[in-house]
């Protein structure tokens, strides 16, 4: 029987250690009794999934992670997504990540604050409305805007310039704005539209409904994460391995796509808390069943809690990533004898922080049958660090697959 392969991948689980839960981190913390398991019959370790002076986006991190060394293959995080929303761009084209936001009401655009970067993770169907309205206002043949989910969208600019220096919104949440607009040649063009979108979404009837039902505002769009068009070797032909991806974000889809695997259509994934995580669990189980040779499951609820400094629901995240994700494959891989799963993140999301940074990651890797060699281990920043360290995380997956 061939070797079937399962990666679940955590987004921005591990932190620092945090007073408030006497000095352990919330992977520490949290009841995790599968990933402990793991730690405690398999190979645990640490990553570097951020390379040398690249940035630590999510971008940067899963395709180290995937397999595919940053340096080289690196195009920016927009043009990814774009792959999975069925956006054709041409060569030339650069596409920016369209984030829907809240801003606060000073008069001048500079002078206001990033209250929410997702404001208030609107939902599809409004922010539908809001985009379209742009496409159809500020719309021409340089600009295009393209829908995407809740406040997650993209912007095109067909045969435009890509060297900007963009800001992620959620690495200025409660930051003034002024020191982080566009800069570089041509930006005022994207400031242009970014004030612009101000004025015609502050009036919407959407945002207007949602200031009487007391949510914030989606009152701006904001551009970053531009590149152009990604071009990744086939996964299949790397590995000689079938495969999919399984996520609620566009980026990994993206990857998936760009990598010849199929992406998951998976209606309860959200992307935040209230996501579907069993549902990923056993759809990976599924398309193991159905002969593929690997699933890559991505959560991407730890996250988001970091992003919003929310400590109890980041806890909630990975308990439920262990109980509902790691816990249901683990229930489904005794039907698959010869198999090796991997549990991991892509880089931390400190709550302290509110943003990524480049520290290296735990991993852990367990094949199936496997007997307890360390036990009392615990799947954790401080465990993992006693173990194996690979310094260039594009090696990692390399390792997993031919590792003997």
């Known amino acids: 029987m061939k070797m079937k392969y399962l990666v679940i991948l955590g987004d921005g689980m591990p932190d620092y250690p945090l007073k408030e839960l006497g000095g352990k981190t919330p992977l520490q913390y949290a009841k995790t009794p599968q990933m402990d398991r793991l730690a405690q019959t398999g190979e ?14 999510s971008d940067v991190a899963n395709l180290s992670i995937m397999g595919y060394d940053p340096a080289r293959y690196y195009t920016g995080r927009a043009p990814i997504e774009a792959v999975a929303m069925g956006v054709d761009l041409a060569a030339e084209d650069t596409a920016f990540r369209c984030n829907l936001v809240t801003l606060s009401a000073e008069d001048h655009y500079a002078d206001k604050t990033m209250l929410d970067y997702s404001a208030g993770e609107i939902v599809t169907a409004e922010a539908h409305v809001l985009i379209n309205e742009l496409e159809k206002r500020l719309g021409n043949n340089s600009f295009t805007f393209y829908p995407g989910i809740s406040y997650r969208h ?39 539209l970014m004030l612009d979108s101000y004025t ?57 796509i760009c990598a010849g695997l199929e992406a998951v259509h998976l209606p309860g994934a959200t992307g935040n808390i209230h996501t579907d995580f069993k549902g990923k669990a056993k759809k ?21 809690a970091g992003h919003q400094g929310d400590l109890e629901t980041k806890i909630k995240a990975i308990e439920e990533i262990d109980e509902k994700v790691v816990g249901e494959v683990l229930r489904g891989l005794k039907y698959f004898p010869q198999s090796r799963l991997m549990v991991l993140s892509d880089h931390p999301t400190p709550l302290s922080l509110r943003t990524h940074t480049e520290d290296a990651v735990p991993y852990c ?40």
Not at 44 to 57: A, E, F, T
């Open 154 to 192: 993209l912007m095109v600019w067909r045969a435009g310039p890509q060297d900007f220096k963009l800001t992620p919104p959620h690495d200025i949440y409660g930051k003034v704005i002024g020191n982080y607009l566009p800069a570089g040649t041509n930006s005022e063009k994207l400031l242009t």
């Open 284 to 304: 990976a189980l599924e398309k193991l069943e159905e002969g593929m040779d690997f699933v890559f499951v991505h959560v991407e609820a730890p996250d988001e």
């Open 365 to 404: 890797i367990y094949k199936g049958g496997s007997v307890a060699v360390t036990p009392g281990a615990t799947f954790s920043e401080a465990n993992a660090a006693k173990g194996p360290f690979f310094p260039l995380g594009h090696l990692l997956m390399d390792y997993f697959i031919k590792k003997v």
């Open 44 to 57: 645990l370790g640490m990553v570097k999934s951020i390379p040398k002076d690249m940035p630590p986006g």
């Open 200 to 256: 015609l979404l502050s009036t919407n009837p959407v945002n207007l409904e949602r200031v009487s039902r007391g949510v914030k505002t989606a009152n701006s769009i904001w551009l970053w994460g531009q590149g152009r068009k990604p071009f990744l070797d086939s996964f299949t032909k790397k590995y000689g391995l079938s495969g999919a991806v399984i996520s609620a974000v566009d980026l990994i889809k993206g990857l998936g």
